[in-house]
């Protein structure tokens, strides 16, 4: 099995940061893609950044200069790295990857259950 675990939200003032973690654990052969979705109630779920496994970073243009994404290939984490955080950046942000598990030869993408980010004053 894999498991994505994410971790670091909370409840943070507008113009705050916050640190995002998400880890991939269990049988992994190979990882593709890595990234951060977010869904805030009553919306739908909305991509807001990732990484290719070439490195190749994206944003969303609702968080770019704001956020920052970054991957620990060695540790199979990736970061986001949240600043000048504002209102409706409020949403509960999951972790999502494509993994090739050990033994299979094929990838799937896997989610994690999600942090909840609140900006409020």
């Known amino acids: 099995q894999v498991q994505l675990v994410e971790s670091g939200g909370g409840l943070v003032q507008p113009g705050g940061s916050l640190r995002l973690s998400c880890a991939a654990s269990?049988?992994?052969?190979?990882?593709?893609?890595m990234g951060w979705y977010r869904q805030a109630p009553g919306k739908q779920r909305e991509w807001v950044a990732g990484s290719t496994n070439s490195g190749s970073t994206e944003y969303a243009d609702s968080v770019k200069g704001r956020f920052t994404f970054s991957r620990d290939n060695a540790k199979n984490t990736v970061y986001l790295q949240m600043s000048s955080l504002k209102p409706e950046d409020t949403a509960v942000y999951l972790c999502?990857?494509?993994?090739?598990?050990?033994?299979?030869?094929?990838?799937?993408?896997?989610w994690g259950q999600g942090t909840q980010v609140t900006v409020s004053s």
């Open positions: 999502t990857a494509n993994i090739q598990r050990r033994g299979l030869s094929y990838p799937s993408d896997y």
């Open positions: 269990g049988s992994i052969g190979s990882i593709n893609g």
